[in-house]
């Protein structure tokens, strides 16, 4: 592509086929051609621009050019012009360029996220046939079933992530992967580099287990040995056998949830074809591929009476909130998720900024091309005609933001490397991001778009000269009618670093809300750690308890240690299982969903560890663990759900779909388990499962701070099994705070802009009124000699550099009112149009105006009538 | 060919570049050379609207070479020295040298 752009200019350029090829191949061959690419580019768009202008401008003019062929070389000597013009104020070109870099920069970075977020497409052969089906909810797999007769897709598949530990190639180390039913490599269209798909008789419960790699995996576990397909490897879920190798996906093959590295075949009964291991688990997603000619929303419709009829016998709460969100989406729109609306509005912020920045370089342009009309007059009258005279200003406009272009890209990487860190738990999709072709496109037209939005006044200022005014023209006597466009600019940039401040103010209380919430749990002074127990001694459901058993006798024994707990899910990490019930086993129609609710595997002094007090009934015990399976405790929203009161709950039954039932021994207060932003749902407590959970979270609460005491946590893990990794060790504190990240974030890129905004915005008010005060000393000074006193001149010339800001303040509230709504998804616990905010950033934006406005106000008072009358 | 004009510097050292590596040569090569012998490097423009210019003067001739793969699939036009431009060449040489003559002492420390 690159090389035949590069020939396709070269032809244009020459008219010569055969030079074309010939430089296209030394460019290709010395690695250049990207290169050149991007410089011609910049080069056509630049000579376009002054061409047409010129052209517009200087109407018959000598220096109208002969159509000349667009040949790159002719620009250079322009620009080199331009450059040598900018290279005599170093100061002024080094503020220009670098304040073109910041705004450029910053869009480009975050440019990048959006184009491989939202943008980029998906890496499948005919990725928009492939859909998500939601019917409301993360589905059992039995549903797989129900949705593979639909006429709207001609495959359906069930995906379910899982977490695997692999020993044996040097240190253990934990796997994300998963599960997928028949029909998931069908759905994607991608098939193992090496060896084979899964096969129907890969998912017979009697099969051998088998294995699929990622091709990363493949290569850094396994050294790319191809004689890895038909070995055994040390891949374990949870016990059992090892599995066999049957493939490895090709390179670059990106699995649709996460960064999978290996995929296993779920085990379906082939009684009923449904699979056997964790049936009634609502933790499966479907995944389509759209039969040809069918429209999303016949697709929507047809899904949408199958949700209907499964939802229809549940509980109301679950039944609503299933039929408004049951939908089938595209993957790519699936996977971007409601991130589009937050990178739509960091896209808008930052582009904000580039237009703030861009007036501020239009303002130090005006001011620039102010002192310059004397040499402007000069050129015209010793012959330079207007044309060639506009075209310098549009030439040293586009070198400045040429130069601020390369700069910003720059920026750009620094930009996107700070993004790598922090943008992986908040955005989806960002392997991808990079300074690739497209970004850097983006680069160059945003960097031509600046140019011509900055270079355009300056470059009618050039027009509107006369050269007979302007030679009689004295410093002192600047029109007034340009003082007002001035001021002009710098309203706009003071209303547009409004709006960006008060995106930032409501994210700042976005994030003070965040931190004043009330989980239901105490979140201090407690550490956490993950455990994984991959121990081929314990085989049982049994055998783990009793592992977790001893790990919390073994802490609780600890000097400073208050209690020990244990669970499958931390609070707050957004975690969790949903499990289909029913209540005192009242039967259902055939072919509803059964109610489902979350589900937690708690141990003893779980809610003593957590602070979390009974409403009604009793804790679980140690007997509950080890004795007969019975009992469950249930949180308010379940309780709600069914009963009448907490007292009428104690004693009921719940049944699971496994045919396991229980009774309600306990209720306990709603608490935020899964996010603090979010409300809580019906959750059940329940102290043993009937399959082994190897996973498990440690709390331990602590009577201080609970950092000192983590070397003594571990080794009091390692003395009862030395061969248990310790996966995560955090505070609980620490939990909370990675929780608000994404908001955390947002704060952080929408603070930047807006100081950056304000900061730019104040050097717009202080470089106006120092030029309007230097100006205007003359006249200052006839005002002293007439008796006027300095405090006076001290709060005219505030007033004059104010009144742009009061303007600006105006519009920007006013725009804001608007443009906060774009935010409305990211905030929580204060409204977009909060008073509170919008108030304060006026206050803010007031009194760093006043500041910026001091400086030269002072200047002004401080002149001396004698003085400055003599010099005239 | 007729003409009689003296060479231009810049003509008579792509000429010479030429020469010295032989017939059949790209323009990336003649670019290499002259770099390496004076230190000028050409844009690449200028030398190819020169060389251009030797072909049609007939100096030089030219033809395309076989496309290769690590020029992404381009040939490139290679460059031979002609009768005529040898014949030039060593016009321009010689009056070079008749010029020269007798103060050949100020090259040596040039």
Not at chain 1, 282 to 289: G, T, V
Not at chain 1, 332 to 358: E, H, N, P, Q, W
Not at chain 1, 842 to 855: D, E, Q, R, S
Not at chain 2, 73 to 81: F, I
Request: glycine share 10%; hydrophobic share 45%; with cysteine.
């Amino acid at each position: 592509m690159t090389s035949w752009l590069v020939e396709r200019i070269l032809l244009l350029g020459t008219g010569r086929r055969d030079l074309a090829e010939s430089i296209t191949g030394d460019l290709v061959a010395t690695g250049r051609s990207s290169a050149w690419l991007l410089l011609a580019a910049h080069g056509i768009a630049f000579r376009f621009l002054v061409d047409r202008t010129v052209r517009f401008v200087g109407r018959g003019s000598r220096t109208r050019s002969n159509r000349r062929p667009l040949f790159v070389n002719t620009l250079w000597l322009d620009l080199r012009y331009a450059i040598r013009g900018l290279r005599k104020s170093p100061g002024f070109a080094a503020v220009a360029i670098v304040t073109v870099a910041l705004g450029v920069g910053a869009n480009v970075a975050i440019y990048s996220l959006v184009h491989a977020i939202m943008l980029a497409p998906l890496p499948y052969p005919q990725q928009a046939d492939i859909v998500r089906i939601w019917p409301g909810e993360s589905v059992t797999m039995g549903w797989v079933q129900t949705f593979k007769d639909t006429k709207s897709f001609t495959v359906v598949a069930g995906v379910t992530g899982a977490r695997a530990t692999m020993t044996g190639q040097g240190e253990p180390m934990e796997l994300e992967g998963g599960a997928v039913t028949a029909g998931h490599f069908d759905v994607i269209g991608v098939r193992p580099a090496l060896g084979r798909p899964f096969q129907p008789d890969d998912h017979r419960p009697s099969a051998e287990p088998v294995v699929i790699l990622s091709h990363a995996l493949w290569q850094h576990a396994f050294g790319g040995d191809s004689a890895i397909v038909g070995t055994l490897v040390d891949i374990a879920e949870g016990g059992g056998q090892r599995p066999r190798v049957v493939g490895v996906m090709p390179t670059g093959h990106v699995s649709l949830n996460e960064d999978w590295e290996y995929w296993t075949p779920s085990i379906v009964n082939p009684e009923t074809d449904y699979p056997l291991s964790s049936e009634g688990c609502f933790c499966w997603q479907l995944i389509a591929r759209m039969a040809p000619g069918v429209s999303q929303q016949a697709a929507n419709a047809e899904v949408g009476v199958l949700a209907q009829r499964i939802w229809e016998h549940s509980p109301e709460d679950l039944r609503q909130e299933a039929l408004a969100t049951a939908v089938v989406q595209p993957m790519l729109d699936d996977l971007v998720g409601d991130a589009d609306t937050s990178l739509t509005m960091l896209l808008g912020a930052v582009s904000l900024v580039l237009l703030i920045a861009c007036l501020n370089v239009a303002n130090l342009l005006l001011a620039r091309g102010e002192g310059r009309r004397r040499e402007l007059a000069i050129r015209s009258a010793v012959g330079a005609g207007r044309a060639r005279l506009v075209a310098h200003s549009l030439f040293e406009s586009l070198s400045l933001g040429l130069a601020g272009g390369v700069l910003g890209v720059g920026l750009a990487v620094g930009l996107m490397r700070y993004f790598d860190g922090a943008i992986a738990d908040v955005l989806p999709r960002t392997q991808g991001v990079a300074l690739n072709a497209p970004v850097l496109i983006f680069a160059l037209g945003t960097t031509l778009l600046a140019s011509v939005v900055f270079g355009l006044a300056p470059a009618l200022g050039v027009l509107r000269t006369d050269p007979s005014t302007v030679l009689a023209y004295r410093p002192g006597m600047s029109g007034r009618g340009h003082q007002r466009v001035r001021a002009t600019l710098v309203a706009l940039e003071v209303a547009l670093a409004v709006i960006l401040a008060i995106g930032a103010g409501l994210m700042v209380r976005t994030m003070r809300s965040l931190g004043a919430v009330e989980p239901g749990f105490r979140t201090e002074d407690l550490l956490t750690l993950r455990l994984y127990q991959p121990g081929s001694d314990y085989q049982t459901p049994e055998a783990v308890d009793r592992y977790f058993r001893e790990i919390r006798e073994q802490l609780a024994g600890l000097p400073g240690v208050q209690s020990v707990a244990t669970t499958n899910s931390l609070p707050l990490t957004g975690q969790g299982w949903g499990w289909s019930y029913s209540v005192d086993a009242e039967p259902l129609p055939e072919g509803a969903a059964m109610p489902n609710a979350r589900f937690r595997l708690i141990s003893p002094d779980y809610f003593n560890t957590l602070d979390i007090p009974l409403i009604a009934g009793r804790d679980i015990t140690e007997a509950d663990v080890e004795g007969p399976d019975e009992v469950v405790v249930v949180n308010q929203s379940f309780m709600n759900r069914h009963f009448e009161s907490p007292a009428d709950a104690l004693g009921r039954s719940i049944s699971l779909n496994t045919g396991h039932s229980f009774m309600i021994v306990g209720v306990v207060p709603d608490n935020l388990h899964r996010s603090l932003a979010e409300p809580a749902r019906a959750e059940m407590y329940r102290p043993r499962l009937f399959f082994p959970v190897r996973r498990r979270y440690v709390i331990v609460a602590t009577a201080g701070d609970p950092e000192p005491l983590t070397p003594m946590v571990r080794q009091a893990v390692w003395d009862v099994d030395p061969n248990v990794p310790i996966l995560d060790l955090f505070t609980m504190a620490g939990v909370r705070r990675n929780s608000t990240r994404s908001s955390q974030f947002y704060l952080e890129v929408l603070g930047s802009f807006a100081v950056l905004a304000m900061v730019l915005g104040m050097i717009g008010v202080y470089g106006v009124l120092s030029f309007i005060v230097n100006q205007s000393r003359q006249g200052i000074g006839i005002r002293m000699a007439l008796g006027a006193d300095s405090k006076r001149v001290l709060r005219d010339t505030v007033a004059q550099g104010l009144r742009p800001v009061i303007l600006g303040l105006g519009f920007g509230t006013a725009g804001a009112v608007g443009a906060t709504r774009v935010l409305e998804s990211l905030l929580f616990g204060v409204a977009a149009t909060d008073l509170t905010t919008f108030l304060t950033v006026a206050g803010v934006i007031l009194t760093t105006a006043l500041f910026a406005t001091l400086i030269p106000a002072r200047r002004a008072a401080a002149v001396d009538p004698m003085r400055t009358l003599r010099t005239e | 060919m007729g003409n009689t004009k003296a060479l231009g510097e810049f003509e008579h050292l792509l000429l010479l570049a030429i020469v010295r590596q032989g017939n059949g040569i790209s323009g990336a090569e003649v670019s290499g050379e002259l770099a390496s012998k004076t230190g000028r490097h050409p844009a690449r423009g200028t030398m190819y609207v020169t060389l251009d210019r030797l072909e049609r003067k007939g100096y030089l001739s030219s033809e395309m070479g076989d496309p290769t793969a690590e020029r992404g699939g381009k040939a490139k036009r290679l460059y031979s020295l002609t009768a005529a431009g040898l014949e030039a060449l060593k016009r321009s040489g010689q009056a070079l040298q008749a010029m020269w003559q007798g103060y050949e002492s100020l090259l040596e420390d040039a």
